[in-house]
């Protein structure tokens, strides 16, 4: 950081002892959007889904990993979405132009991840 930067008190935590609050940091973002977020164990649901039955499909091992990978990307991609739902929520949640610009572009992510897994699927299983 610059010099005189304000330094966030988090940081500085190195190795081992970084790596173990990173993964508890993780669950817990993964256990609010569940909480939360109505889409996220919609997704879920889709992914306890899929997973298995990509793995079941007879196909190479790169179009199981094509298969899972399009489904995982929904999950970050909602998380993402969620993610800049609650700053935009945290600074106001007053109708403001900017506000629902950030929302609907992070709902557009989603659709696109979406459409993505549709198109995939489509083509590994079609082709």
Same mark, same amino acid.
């Given at each position: $950081?610059? @010099?005189? /930067? $304000?330094?966030? @008190?988090?940081?500085?935590?190195?190795?081992?002892? #970084?790596? %173990? #609050?990173? =993964?508890?940091?993780?669950?817990?973002?993964?256990?609010?959007?569940? #909480?939360?977020?109505?889409? =996220? %164990?919609?997704?879920?649901?889709?992914?306890?889904?899929?997973? $298995?039955? +990509?793995?079941?499909? @007879?196909? $190479?091992?790169?179009? &199981? !990993?094509?298969?899972?990978?399009?489904?995982?990307?929904?999950?970050?991609?909602?998380?993402?979405?969620?993610?800049?739902? /609650?700053?935009?929520? %945290?600074?106001?949640?007053?109708?403001?132009?900017? +506000? &629902?610009?950030? &929302?609907?572009?992070?709902? !557009? /992510?989603?659709?696109?991840?979406?459409?993505?897994?549709?198109?995939?699927?489509?083509?590994?299983?079609?082709?």
């Amino acid at each position: $950081p610059a @010099p005189g /930067a $304000p330094v966030s @008190p988090h940081k500085g935590k190195t190795g081992v002892e #970084r790596l %173990r #609050r990173a =993964f508890f940091y993780s669950v817990e973002g993964l256990s609010a959007a569940y #909480r939360n977020e109505d889409a =996220f %164990r919609q997704e879920v649901l889709l992914t306890l889904l899929l997973v $298995p039955a +990509a793995l079941l499909t @007879p196909v $190479p091992g790169t179009a &199981k !990993a094509l298969l899972i990978g399009s489904v995982l990307l929904v999950l970050v991609v909602e998380l993402l979405n969620s993610a800049i739902e /609650a700053v935009t929520d %945290r600074i106001s949640i007053e109708d403001h132009v900017l +506000a &629902k610009q950030a &929302k609907d572009m992070g709902s !557009a /992510a989603v659709l696109v991840a979406l459409v993505m897994l549709a198109v995939v699927w489509a083509l590994v299983l079609l082709a």
